[in-house]
C-alpha cells in the first residue's frame, strides 16, 4: 500500500473500445494512471485521446472494456458519475458563461446554500481564494469571464475542478490557446497540483510540454495503444516516431528566395474593436510580394484576429487602404477578394472555415461552386465535385469515417484543418492568408502543411502567416512583423534573431520604427 490507497493506480481503463460509424476510434485501449503522477496522453489527430477521455469522462460509452478507481470497477454513464468519483475536466474548448463572474462560473451546479436553499456566496469565495493561493491560480473572482484573457480562463476551469475536490484531473490540450508565459505558468501549476497528490491525465501533441512535465506518456496511434512510456528514458525523436510511425523532421526546408513584384499592399490600416473602445488595430502599413513568406508574430489578442478580419472583408476598416495586385480592394466583398486570388485558412476554423452540417466535399467547393465544372446552368454537377474531393481528399489525407460525404461537424479538429487547407492551396490563390494554420495539429501534419505553405512561396505567391507558435514563426518565415497592441512594432529577420529578441517585442518592452 502506497500513501493509504489499495491499488497503485488512481484510474486503470483496460482494453477499451469505442466505434462511431465507419472507424474505430479507440481500438482495445489501455491506460493506467498511478496516484499523484503527471501521465500524458500523446497522438496525431484523430489518433482517438480525445475520445478515450471522453469516455472516462462518462460523455461517451465503451462498447468494450472496463474502469476501474482504485482498483474497483466502476461505471460512469454521465459526467455527473465522473463528478462523484472525483473525476473533472478542463476541455480544450472552455465550458464557461461569458457573461458570469469567475466566481458565479465556478460554484455553477454546485452551489454552497444553507439549510433554508439560501445561496452562501461568502463561503465559496474564502474557498476559492484559499485554493488559488494553495496552487498558484491567481484569479479575479468578480471579473466577468468576457472581460479575462484565455490564460485566466483555463485558471477559472481548473479552480471549477477543485471546488469540487476532484482527484483525477483531465487536460484536454490545455496549452493550444496559451501564450508561452502562460504555458510555462501551468506547467508549474500541474506539477504543484501533482505534488499535493492529485493525479492528472494531460492529453496533448506537444513533444517538449510532454518532456518538460509528464512522468509518463502513453502513446495511441490511429486508434491504436502503441505504448507507455518513461519520459526520462526517451528522447523526443523517439516519441515523435513512436506518435506518427516514422521519423519527422523537425525544420522546414527552405531553398533560396526569389522576389517577385509586390502583391499585396497596406497603407495605414486601422480596424475597430468589438471589445473595448480604442481601436484594435492602428495605422498598420505593410507589403508583401510574390516569394516571399511573411509572418505576423505576437501574443494572441494584439490585434491580429481583427487584422485578418479586415484584409479578408469580414470587418469594414475605419481608415486605411488594402491594394491586391494593384487594384484597391479595400471596399470589396469577401467573394470579389476571394476570386480575384486571395484565400485564407481563417483562425476560427468552425466559425469561419467550415458549415459543420454541410459534407466534406461541398465544404471543398464553398467558394468555387459556381465555377463552370461544379455548375451548370444554376445546378450542382455532383459527379466532378465528388472527384475533386476525393483528389483532394487523398493528396492531403483528410481522415474521415466515411469520405466526401462525412458531415464536417463529425471529423476531428486537425482533419477539419486540413480539409481548409486544401481547399484554400488548391484554389491557386495569387495570396495565401493563413492564420494559425497548424494550431491544433499534430507534428507529422504540421510537417506536412508547413511543406505546402513553402511550396506556395517557391512558386512564387504571395504568403501572409499570423502565427503564435514561436517555432513556426522563426521557421517557415522569410521576414517576421511582430504585432503588438494593435501596431507592428518590429521587423525581424528569422535568420538572425532568437526567440528571447523576439519575446521582448511580443511583451512590448522592445519596439523599433518600421
Known sequence: MENGHTSEYAIEMLHITKRFPGIIANDDVTIQLRHGEIHALLGENGAGKSTLMSVLFGLYQAEEGTIKKDGKEVKILSPNDANDLGIGMVHQHFKLVECFTVLDNIILGNEPTNKLGVLNKAEARKKIIALSEKYGLQVDPDAKIQDITVGMQQRTEI???????????????????????????????????????????????????????????????????????????????????????????????????????VILKIENMTVASKVHKNNAVRNVSLEVRAGEIVCIAGIDGNGQSEFVHGLTGLEPLVSGKITLLGKDITKLPIRKRSVMGMSHIPEDRHKHGLVLDYSLENNIVLQRYFEPFFDKAGFLRK????????????????????????????????NQQKAIIAREIDRNPSLLVAVQPTRGLDIGAIEYIHKQIVAQRDAGKAVLLVSLEMDEVLDVSDRILVMYEGEIVGQLDPKTTTPEEMGLYMSGAKREEV
Open 159 to 261: 479552480l471549477k475542478m477543485l471546488y469540487r475536490d476532484n482527484e483525477i484531473l483531465i487536460f484536454d490540450e490545455p496549452t493550444a490557446v496559451l501564450t508561452p508565459q502562460e504555458i510555462n505558468e501551468l506547467m508549474q501549476i500541474m506539477k504543484n497540483l501533482a505534488a499535493e497528490g492529485k493525479s492528472i491525465l494531460f492529453i496533448s501533441h506537444k513533444l517538449a510540454e510532454i518532456m518538460a512535465v509528464a512522468d509518463r506518456c502513453t502513446v495511441l496511434r490511429k486508434g491504436k495503444y502503441i505504448g507507455t512510456v518513461n519520459t526520462a528514458d526517451v528522447t523526443m525523436e523517439e516519441l515523435s516516431a513512436m506518435m506518427v510511425g516514422r521519423n519527422v523532421s523537425f525544420h522546414v526546408a527552405k531553398g533560396e528566395q526569389h522576389l517577385g513584384d
Open 383 to 414: 459527379k466532378n465535385i465528388r472527384q475533386y474531393a476525393e483528389k483532394l481528399i487523398e493528396q492531403y489525407d483528410v481522415r474521415s469515417g466515411q469520405g466526401p460525404v462525412t458531415l464536417a461537424r463529425s471529423m476531428s479538429g486537425g
